[in-house]
Nanobody, 127 residues
Framework: QVQLRESGGGFVQAGGSLSLSCAASGRTFSSYAQGWFRQAPGKEREFVTALIWRSGSTYYADSVKGRFVISRDNAENTVYLKMTNLKPEDTAVYYC????????????????????WGQGTQVTVSS
C-alpha cells in the first residue's frame, strides 16, 4: 500500500556531485518525516539526514553536514538528497525511509523510528 522508491544512484569520482530522489506513494500514505540512511558493505546502517514534512526542519549526520542537502517537493510528494564533495567513504547503498508518526528526541536518527523503506540505490565514489 505504501511505496518508497529511490532513484539517481550511480558512480562518481571523489569531489563530484550526485542527486538522489525518493518518491512516496500510497492510498492513505501520510508521513511525519522522511529520511535517508546508508549502509556500506560489512557495516551497520547509518543515519544520513531527515526532514520533517510539517515544519521543514532538517537533521544531518556530522559526517555529511555541509556536503549533503535534503529537500522536498510537496506537489510530487518527493524528497531529494543533493550530495556534493563526495568522498569514497560515502560509498554505500542509500535507502529512503518514512515515518508515519511523530519522532521525538534522538529518535530521528534511529531506523526503528521509520515505518517504510525503499529498495535502496547504490552510490559508488571512487578516488
Amino acid at each position: 500500500q505504501v511505496q518508497l522508491r529511490e532513484s539517481g544512484g550511480g558512480f562518481v569520482q571523489a569531489g563530484g556531485s550526485l542527486s538522489l530522489s525518493c518518491a512516496a506513494s500510497g492510498r492513505t500514505f501520510s508521513s511525519y518525516a522522511q529520511g535517508w540512511f546508508r549502509q556500506a558493505p560489512g557495516k551497520e546502517r547509518e543515519f544520513v539526514t531527515a526532514l520533517i514534512w510539517r515544519s521543514g526542519s532538517t537533521y544531518y549526520a556530522d559526517s555529511v553536514k555541509g556536503r549533503f542537502v535534503i529537500s522536498r517537493d510537496n506537489a510530487e510528494n518527493t524528497v531529494y538528497l543533493k550530495m556534493t564533495n563526495l568522498k569514497p567513504e560515502d560509498t554505500a547503498v542509500y535507502y529512503c525511509a518514512a515515518a508515519a508518526r511523530e519522532i521525538t528526541g534522538w529518535g530521528i536518527h534511529g531506523g526503528e523510528s521509520y515505518d517504510y523503506w525503499g529498495q535502496g540505490t547504490q552510490v559508488t565514489v571512487s578516488s
